[in-house]
């Protein structure tokens, strides 16, 4: 994907570039993407739960679940709630380039992070100069806030590394990598020491059988779920022949490639969100047969509404899992091969 942004098809409307979807998996995707639109409040934002728990990063995901089916700002059956979404999260927009509540959400990194993917992937495809320039302020802003918030360690925290004591863990450096590769390509200057730090923060966490631990000050067990969107992070951040990949394509392999009983671990939608990306680009002699087994799952696991539940919030799950669902469809950069 080239720094124009949403290349990989000329606008809403044409067919899937990628292989045919069942109509099984099809008609859960228009049931999840359906529910999501209809569950977006008056002021464009989703929340989790009651208590209005992290709107930012929630508004995030499920805008880029609706980005996944080929929707724009101007076109397709999303495109109002896309607008809506982006109009919310500009608003968010702090000075000092945080898109997020510091205030109200004390993980606001994971925010901010989903944040710049979103609004970097929105970018590609905005025909209005106006609100192209005002993305384009955001997303720079937003890329000097990351590089201002990376700790000493060369990863991310739940929060800045001032506000943080230098805290710093897997997960949250994960969504940060991947946000500013977005940006990135979609022309936002991103200094490449950042990366450069953050792609040896994650070396530095791996274990000696290839998996990856909490964080480089907190080293325990391996992680599934850390593994696999450190890869994906890696494969985002360019390092496809890093002498540590190879390690770490076989811990995730060995441990959720075959989906099989239960795996023992917690996250399941964030691991495989991440892990799909990575096999995906692999080539289809690995996703295809992959594929067919995480749909299943993920389609036999619906509600009749068309949402899905799970850890968190049934928007986050959702999300994931529309997500997922659609990278065949490779209409985002940041998701393509």
């Known amino acids: 994907a080239g720094a124009a942004g949403l290349s990989s098809h000329d606008g809403w409307g044409q067919s899937a570039p990628a292989n045919a979807e069942s109509k099984r998996q099809r008609d859960a995707v228009e049931r999840g993407l359906s529910w999501v639109a209809r569950t977006q409040s008056k002021l464009g934002h989703w929340v989790a739960g009651n208590a209005s728990n992290y709107p930012v990063a929630m508004t995030a995901l499920a805008g880029t679940a609706l980005l996944c089916s080929g929707s724009t700002t101007t076109q397709g059956p999303y495109a109002k709630n896309i607008r809506r979404a982006v109009d919310f999260l500009v608003s968010q927009a702090r000075e000092n380039g945080l898109i997020g509540d510091p205030v109200r959400d004390n993980r606001y990194t994971y925010g901010h992070g989903f944040s710049m993917l979103f609004l970097s ?10 609100r192209r320039t005002e993305l384009v302020q955001v997303l720079k802003q ?11 360690s060369g990863g991310w925290g739940y929060v800045s590394a ?6 710093d863990e897997g997960s949250t450096t994960i969504t940060q990598v991947q946000g500013l590769r977005g940006c990135r390509n979609a022309g936002i200057p991103v200094p490449a020491e950042i990366i450069t730090k953050a792609k040896e923060y994650i070396y530095s966490c791996k274990n000696k059988d290839g998996g990856i631990s909490y964080s480089y000050n907190n080293r325990g067990s391996s992680r599934p779920a850390i593994t696999a969107a450190a890869l994906a992070a890696l494969f985002n951040a360019g390092a496809y022949d890093s002498k540590h990949v190879p390690e770490m394509m076989e811990y995730c392999r060995d441990k959720l490639y075959r989906l099989s009983g239960n795996q023992g671990f917690g996250h ?3 691991t495989y969100l991440y892990y799909s990306q990575v096999v995906y680009r692999q080539g289809n002699e690995l996703w295809e047969p992959f594929r067919d087994r995480l749909y299943d799952r993920i389609v036999s696991e619906q509600r009749p509404d068309g949402y899905w539940e799970g850890q968190i919030h049934p928007v986050y799950v959702t999300a994931c899992n529309l997500i997922m669902l659609q990278l065949d469809r490779g209409y985002l950069p940041i998701y393509q091969r």
């Open 142 to 152: 937003a890329a000097v806030f990351s590089g201002r918030a990376q700790t000493r």
């Open 162 to 167: 001032k506000d943080g004591n230098n805290f």
């Open 268 to 270: 399941w939608h964030y």
């Open 121 to 130: 992937q929105v970018l590609g495809e905005e025909e209005d100069s106006d």
